[in-house]
């Protein structure tokens, strides 16, 4: 399957007096897996269905292996689409369904059969050709759709949220099978979701969406580890972000020294040379807690205000004396039971997992508002 290039140009996408898709311009690589991240009304699904043919760019170019296909109808673009709601016709059995598609390409009974049968096995479902989509699990409804899809070649897939109605058990283990199906066919795969998980499981790189832009575009580690700013800090993943004011700018040699209410943390990530009113983030797993007559420097005094038991692991919540809670993830081989509400503690922020974000003037809550909360009336 040839290509698989994706080029978005200052695309963008306006419905009335909502912008959508604001410019937005990257290039997904040919045998990619590239998802688009980001809550309700950020605009990636907007973006998957321009790119599909079901919506028309108000402005700016898609590109597909050097073609530009913005105004083509869907049947005439190389992609195909998986939606989260499978599409599947009830009245035709596995193999129909698999095979309609085929209809409309000059294939005789038996290369239909054998790309039928070739696709069933690739997605785990052979001898399940009579069967009816009803008589299937919703996982297996979701196979036949992929295979559906893969069975036209098309050079491109895009993904809808095509596990969204799956419980989390079953699509936890597809996140796997859907990755490995893809190496599998060497061909590019464009994943819209919501869900960061999915996307830090699947993904060779993300982009970050909000408010129709790009936030941040790069590999999973890359934009967990080195969010560009608060807004991706707190939505990929679980990150504790503290409001504080540069004391003492650092460098490439020198960590950034910042103000946390009356005390005093060193930064050694990230935006070490900002001044004046930053963010400071770091994971809840880079921090340790330690009894409190253990101060030292950048620790905070707090108190265990809950703990909340996640199996192998359990998520302990401290309020701290400058008034913010944070939250730490303690292993439960490593004492996580002496942990209790209203123990005293201290906590431990390494500097080299502490990272300084600009962009201080916006409040905590108001990044996690946006992050957390849908967007009333807007397309996603």
């Known amino acids: 399957m040839p290509g698989g290039t994706v080029t978005l140009k200052n695309l963008s996408k306006r419905f009335g007096d ?30 998957l269905r321009m790119i599909a043919g079901f919506e028309e760019p108000t402005e700016g170019d898609i590109v597909l ?12 673009r190389p992609v195909n689409t998986v939606f989260q709601s499978y599409a599947l ?16 390409q000059s294939a005789t009974k038996a290369e239909v059969r054998r790309r039928v049968g070739e696709m069933l096995e690739l997605v785990q479902l052979s001898g399940y050709e009579k069967r009816r989509p009803g008589q299937l699990s919703g996982g297996q409804q979701q196979r036949v759709a992929l295979a559906r899809a893969l069975v036209l070649n098309p050079s491109v897939l895009l993904l809808d949220e095509p596990l969204g109605a799956l419980d989390a058990k079953l699509r936890r283990a597809l996140q796997i099978e859907l990755k490995s199906i893809q190496e599998r066919v060497g061909i590019t795969f464009l994943y819209v979701t919501h869900d960061q998980e ?48 540069v004391t003492g700018a650092g460098s490439a040699s020198r960590p950034c020294e910042v103000a946390v209410g009356e005390f005093r943390l ?9 001044t004046g009113a ?19 420097p950048n620790r905070l005094p707090g108190m265990v205000e809950r703990t909340v038991f996640l199996g192998n692991a359990t998520q302990v919540v401290v309020r701290l004396a400058a008034g913010m809670a ?19 503690v201290q906590v431990d922020l390494a500097r080299e997992a502490l990272r300084v974000l600009e962009g201080g003037g916006v409040s905590v809550a108001a990044i996690r508002e946006e992050t957390l909360g849908d967007v009333a009336g807007l397309l996603v």
């Open 198 to 245: 999915e996307a830090l499981t699947m993904s060779d790189r993300i982009a970050v969406m909000s408010n129709g832009h790009i936030a941040q575009l790069g590999s999973p580690r890359e934009v967990y580890e080195e969010p560009a700013d608060a807004y991706v800090a707190d939505f990929l993943g679980v990150s504790n972000l503290m409001d504080g004011t």
């Open 18 to 47: 909502h912008l959508a898709v604001d410019r937005i311009s990257l290039e997904v690589r040919a045998g990619e897996f590239f998802s688009l991240l980001g809550p309700s009304g950020c605009g990636k699904t907007t973006t």
């Open 278 to 296: 930053v963010k400071l983030a770091i994971r809840p797993e880079r921090i340790s807690l330690l009894g409190f007559d253990k101060p030292g």
């Open 266 to 274: 060193e930064a050694a990530c990230g935006a070490v040379g900002a």
């Open 65 to 76: 292996d050097g073609d530009e296909v913005g105004h083509l109808p869907p049947n005439r």
């Open 326 to 344: 944070l939250q730490a993830l303690v292993r439960n081989d490593d004492g996580a039971a002496a942990f209790e509400p209203g123990l005293p």
């Open 89 to 104: 016709f009830p009245f035709l059995d596995v193999a129909e369904n698999v095979a309609f598609g085929l209809r409309y």
